[in-house]
């Protein structure tokens, strides 16, 4: 007897589908697994047999062969077990094969046969909905994750029995709910906008580091609030669109993560790994190959705190990603492409003391250690912050004294009006494009500062996007002297002689 199951295989933060074959045979009881089975899903055997044992079923004495289709596709973790051994089930008779040829079905197996939560099930709903598969049946800790998907009639099992109880028509399986999610949930760590007193220039930085969505580097002494700024950039960027919600979505699901807001497309993200990370846990990698930070940021921002103490082959491939807005991971048997396109915000100390430039402080560095402390970030990687941008201490008296800034809803809604302003303009990548509209006194003093400042080619076509920004934040159609002025006076690391 010849039974099949549909299941899906996560592969970086993309489903594929994988159909579950069993055969019962003749010859001495045994059970193999065939169709590059990966260890985790060797392991599936083990669990499969205790789980079904569970609910009073037992094995056959007879030689069981599972094969894993299509054959060249590496297939890993335990998500396939629920597969797996509803096909046993139906070769021996115990399920009916009408509901399982349309039905995918997604879970681990516990020993004594509940379903645990798997990594990626929006991904792997997503694969069924493609597939043209009418039924998915999912581990009731992945319910919020369904909540993005239409076109799939999905259920919620607790465990093995109830999924055979379904699919044998007996007895219903509940559909997913949607999680609660209230307006203090939603706002939840972010500090408002308004918290930060003083720091004009930096706040506007921020600004229009938002509504053109430019990376960003903060160089400023201990203390002088870059974590904070860096922190409260989300609460002045746009909500996702429907489609940024289910890119975003579909990566937190494949990582496992379970924040409600992201899962049902509230939120973006904001990551912020500690500079030990390995550099595939920023960029991601391993086998099986996960997303590294920059993919879970995808869409949102990544703050990478002291730039200079991060592993240099960790920040190096930064570089290209930042550009390229995706990770390309290689490997023998496949290569995984993952989405990577935060907004990079990183912030640096000027030296190792963290005074250099401090009015009131003095540093206590030689020019060596500060040229040493700057080449850890390499040259190319600084070039690639659109802004640079200098966070100077704020006194304790300007402090006290400093009326409340804008709140981020303010400062959010004229973001969201450049932002279209921006989008309404045609791609803007090329020279031609980025010196349309722009007045000529306006490009003659770009021109005359990128001489000045020996900017890079790069850094030039940076300024000018940035000046289209600030043009777009004021509402105006060309860019003006002012505009490209104040882009260039987001330069710091060019304008300082080192
Ligand atoms: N301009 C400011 N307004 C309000 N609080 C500030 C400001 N600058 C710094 N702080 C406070 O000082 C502390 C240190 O700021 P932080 O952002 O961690 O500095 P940095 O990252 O530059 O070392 C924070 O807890 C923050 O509350
Ligand atoms: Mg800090």
Redesign the pocket.
């Known amino acids: 007897m010849l039974a099949t199951a549909q299941a899906a295989c996560l592969i970086g933060i993309e489903a594929h589908p994988v159909q579950v074959e069993v055969r019962l045979g003749e010859g001495l009881p045994g059970f193999d697994i065939v169709g590059l089975p990966e260890r985790g899903v060797r392991e599936s055997r083990i669990r499969v047999r205790a789980a079904l044992s569970s609910i009073g079923f037992a094995f056959p004495p007879r030689h069981l062969v599972l094969n894993l289709a299509p054959g060249d596709l590496p297939k890993t973790g335990s998500g396939l077990d629920l597969a797996i051994a509803a096909s046993i089930l139906a070769a021996c008779e115990g399920v009916s094969p009408e509901q399982l040829a349309s039905t995918l079905l997604v879970g681990e197996l516990s020993l004594s046969g509940e379903l645990r939560p798997v990594r990626g099930v929006l991904a792997l709903l997503r694969s069924a909905k493609q597939a043209g598969l009418a039924h998915a049946i999912i581990p009731e800790g992945n319910r919020h994750e369904a909540m993005l998907v239409k076109g799939v009639s999905v259920h919620c099992a607790p465990h093995v029995g109830a999924v055979i109880r379904w699919l044998n028509g007996d007895a219903p399986l509940p559909e997913p709910a949607a999680p609660t999610v209230n307006a203090s949930m939603l706002e939840r760590a972010e500090p408002d906008l308004s918290?930060?007193?003083?720091?004009e220039a930096a706040r506007r930085a921020l600004e229009i580091a938002a509504a053109g969505g430019h990376h960003m580097l903060l160089i400023?002494s201990?203390?002088?609030?870059?974590?904070?700024?860096a922190r409260a950039l989300p609460s002045i960027l746009p909500p996702p669109t429907a489609e940024e919600a289910l890119e975003i979505a579909t990566i937190a699901s494949s990582a496992g993560l379970r924040s409600p807001c992201v899962l049902i497309g509230r939120a973006r993200p904001f990551r912020a790994p500690h500079h030990t990370a390995s550099a595939v846990a920023i960029v991601g990698g391993g086998e099986p190959v996960r997303a590294g930070e920059l993919t879970l940021a995808h869409r949102g921002v990544l703050f990478l705190?002291e730039l200079p103490e991060f592993r240099r082959d960790a920040i190096e491939t930064l570089r290209t990603t930042m550009e390229e807005g995706e990770v390309v991971i290689s490997r023998a048997k496949q290569r995984v492409r993952l989405p990577a396109a935060p907004m990079v915000i990183a912030?640096m100390n000027p030296c190792p003391c963290g005074y250099h430039g401090d009015p009131t402080r003095f540093c206590r560095c030689s020019e060596h250690q500060i040229a040493r402390y700057r080449s850890r970030v390499s040259g190319p990687l600084l070039d690639r912050f659109d802004l640079q941008v200098a966070?100077p201490r704020?006194s304790a008296r300007t402090?006290r004294n400093a009326a409340r800034g804008e709140p981020s809803k303010t400062v959010r809604r004229r973001v969201e009006r450049a932002r279209e302003r921006i989008a309404l303009r045609s791609e803007r990548s090329g020279l031609e494009s980025l010196t349309r509209d722009v007045s000529k006194e306006a490009l003659t003093l770009l021109e005359v500062g990128v001489e000045r400042l020996k900017m890079s080619a790069r850094a030039y076509l940076k300024a000018l996007r940035v000046a289209h920004t600030i043009a777009a934040l004021d509402g105006v159609g060309e860019v003006l002297p002012a505009h490209t002025a104040e882009a260039l006076q987001y330069r710091v690391l060019d304008r300082e002689p080192t």
Request: proline content about 5%; glycine content about 22%.
């Open positions: 918290a930060i007193r003083g720091q400023g201990p203390g002088a609030g870059k974590t904070m700024l705190d912030a966070v704020v402090m």
